[in-house]
């Protein structure tokens, strides 16, 4: 129906723009597939809101013959009945029974006079009514809006998260998907009532006094153009102020998250001076939108007003009965506020275009990486990991691929419950190969193989469901010690999770915390070491029992009976399962079973560390910056 009246109102871009024109078709159908299923709910309460509308008509005779009864009744009698439009004659006073021929005394005038309250419940409960029903289906469809608008961030690909902006995609999934919301549910009531409302008092007012209402209305067109031109000022100040808000929040989520670095650069003050600048920003774009849309509305009233002194300069020229200009003054006022409104649908159409531009662009991104129609569940595999002639380059920014690739024509088994480790110079693209088993990208040539099976031809749960990750920055949900380790898998015991975090070394510390388990971390796990945030993640690995593990660089920055202590815990992690490590501490992975040797994106050797010791220049290098000459090289079991 929306879409019916704005092609209507619309159809050579008059009204909207081009632009808009196509941003509105855009919203009405996104959004149509949302408020499909409530139809008959929306259509109804949308008949309940034009009852309401018409009722305003009804309610103008409704008063005339109040006013008349009221104002006649105590020097004439009954007998003169009032003139209505399309009813014919009507009196109220042989409506409610009274006594022909005698003046309405005060009981009468009583009675008379509480139809008034009786009359404007009525039409305020059906308005009421229909604009509840609206917001219980508007509030509704948001609800699923921001559901899968949510679902569809979380689906995208690590490449998707690296160009975007965390406090912007905030702003989208929260903000945007309320002034969606908010401005679409006005358009409805605007469009659906608004009109109505007009015609069924513009009815009356022809009716009863058509020159009256010509000479009154005749001036209306003059406000059009100036809307117009608001109109189209109003979406660059609509697309400045949803820019500006992002950037709000941009500064807030990254002086929050960085809230550390802030405090130990003593940045407060810069920080406090981006955030006061984008804030002026954003009052600036708030201000100046109120003043456009605060602008229709006098320049509707002042210019309506000139009609209604003209109107009046008629009515005392034809010296009109007071009741009779009662209502026509009555009706006049009553057709503001709709007309008002009205005006500025051109304005909450670029709100909510604007708002569900955003929304609808994220919520149908499709992921860079899908499963494949016909992608099958793994199950548990064994663990056997091939690359195959794999090459990958990353995105510039500009979304061409790099011309130098990460990794280069990558050949390699990698068998089940053995023990890899990835060295190389910084930039080798040991992290790249991480990613590439994860199938957080997918190379541009050759395959990776889980098990045989090509891992584009698996769904990516079941794949990433075999592979358990520690990572050097463990990331700590704010919650308790228990719920962080059973991220590692979602139905554990609290016995189940005890025994993991004994085996990972941490149930001694953990004891030693007020509140054991139950002990908050706090954001990013703050109030823990960087050795305790390890051997939770190390415990949440061993939870998740998956036949592959990805360590990357898990025993860094750690002191060495910490590392110790580390390193036993990843050795009861390790234990029957595929293990890559990546590591620039050799003393970490002398006891693979293989080190990879990796250089600018290829893979230079690989073998046992006594084999690479004898024959690999890089591998001897990078051995000898570790372990240098006055110190004890760690001897191999
Ligand atoms: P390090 O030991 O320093 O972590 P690495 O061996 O793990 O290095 P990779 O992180 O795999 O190396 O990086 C390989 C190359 O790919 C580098 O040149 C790096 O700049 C580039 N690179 C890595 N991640 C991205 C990314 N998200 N977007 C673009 N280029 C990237």
């Known amino acids: 129906m929306i879409a019916s009246v704005l092609s209507f109102l619309d159809r050579r871009h008059y009204f909207l723009g081009a632009e808009l024109h196509r941003v509105l078709q855009r919203t009405v159908a996104s959004i149509g597939k949302y408020v499909f299923p409530y139809k008959w709910r929306l259509l109804f309460s949308v008949l309940l809101g034009m009852a309401s509308a018409t009722f305003n008509g009804l309610m103008l005779i409704g008063f005339q013959l109040i006013f008349s009864l009221v104002l006649k009744g105590q020097t004439r009698t009954m007998g003169e009945p009032v003139r209505l439009p399309l009813i014919g004659k009507l009196n109220l006073a042989d409506m409610l029974g009274f006594e022909q021929d005698a003046p309405v005394g005060l009981v009468g005038v009583i009675i008379a006079c509480s139809f008034i309250p009786i009359l404007i419940f009525i039409r305020g409960f059906l308005s009421y009514l229909s604009i509840y029903m609206q917001a219980v289906i508007a509030s509704k469809v948001v609800y699923k809006i921001r559901n899968d608008t949510f679902r569809s961030v979380m689906r995208q690909s690590p490449a998707f998260f690296?160009?975007?902006?965390?406090?912007?995609?905030?702003?989208?999934?929260?903000?945007?998907?309320t002034a969606v919301h908010q401005n679409a549910m006005l358009l409805i009531q605007t469009l659906a009532q608004r009109p109505l409302t007009i015609i069924s008092i513009l009815t009356v007012l022809f009716a009863q006094d058509w020159v009256f209402t010509s000479v009154a209305l005749l001036i209306f067109p003059a406000c059009v153009w100036p809307i117009m031109r608001i109109g189209k000022s109003a979406r660059a100040v609509g697309q400045n102020e949803v820019s500006g808000s992002s950037d709000l929040m941009v500064v807030l989520q990254e002086s929050f998250a960085g809230s550390r670095l802030v405090k130990s650069y003593a940045r407060e003050e810069h920080q406090c001076e981006l955030f006061e600048v984008t804030n002026a920003n954003v009052v600036r774009n708030t201000l100046g939108w109120t003043r456009l849309l605060e602008l229709v509305g006098p320049i509707v009233e002042s210019v309506a007003s000139i009609g209604i002194g003209a109107g009046l300069v008629y009515a005392w020229y034809r010296g009109l009965e007071a009741e009779n200009f009662f209502l026509l003054v009555m009706a006049l006022t009553q057709i503001y506020p709709p007309v008002k409104e009205l005006?500025?649908?051109?304005?909450?159409?670029?709100?909510?275009?604007?708002?569900?531009?955003?929304?609808?662009?994220?919520?149908?991104?499709?992921?860079?990486?899908?499963?494949?129609?016909?992608?099958?569940?793994?199950g548990r595999a064994r663990g056997a990991v091939e690359f195959r002639d794999v090459t990958f380059s990353y995105l510039e920014s500009d979304g061409i691929k790099k011309e130098v690739p990460a990794v280069n024509s990558i050949n390699l088994k990698l068998d089940p419950g053995k023990f890899y480790a990835f060295v190389g110079p910084s930039g080798a693209g040991k992290s790249t190969l991480y990613s590439l088993i994860l199938r957080f990208y997918d190379p541009d040539k050759g395959s990776i193989l889980l098990d045989g099976?090509?891992?584009?031809?698996?769904?990516?749960?079941s794949l990433r469901g075999n592979i358990g990750v520690v990572n050097q920055d463990t990331f700590?949900?704010?919650?308790?010690?228990?719920?962080?380790?059973?991220?590692?898998?979602?139905?554990?015991?609290?016995e189940e999770i005890i025994e993991a975090a004994k085996k990972a070394h941490a149930h001694e510390f953990i004891e030693q915390i007020g509140g054991g388990y139950d002990a908050v971390v706090g954001e990013g796990g703050c109030k823990l070491s960087g050795g305790q945030k390890q051997r939770l993640s190390i415990a949440r690995a061993i939870l998740r029992n998956a036949p592959i593990l990805l360590l990357d660089e898990a025993t860094s920055a750690l002191d060495t009976e910490s590392e110790k202590i580390i390193q036993d815990a990843i050795q009861v992690l390790s234990e029957g399962k595929t293990v890559v490590a990546i590591a620039h501490r050799l003393s970490t992975i002398l006891?693979?079973?293989?080190?990879?040797?990796?250089?600018h994106g290829y893979i230079l050797d690989c073998g046992s560390h006594s084999e690479l010791l004898v024959r690999n220049p890089m591998y001897q290098k990078l051995y000898h910056l570790q372990f240098s000459a006055d110190e004890k090289i760690p001897e191999i079991a």
């Open 343 to 378: 005006s500025r649908v051109q304005m909450l159409m670029q709100r909510a275009g604007l708002a569900a531009e955003l929304v609808f662009q994220l919520l149908e991104k499709v992921p860079d990486i899908l499963d494949a129609p016909d992608a099958v569940d793994s």
């Open 476 to 494: 700590l949900f704010h919650t308790t010690i228990l719920e962080n380790i059973r991220y590692g898998r979602l139905d554990a015991s609290r």
């Open 591 to 599: 006891e693979a079973d293989q080190i990879v040797v990796m250089d």
């Open 162 to 177: 690296s160009n975007a902006r965390t406090g912007e995609l905030m702003q989208t999934v929260v903000m945007q998907t």
């Open 453 to 461: 099976c090509d891992i584009r031809k698996l769904t990516q749960t």
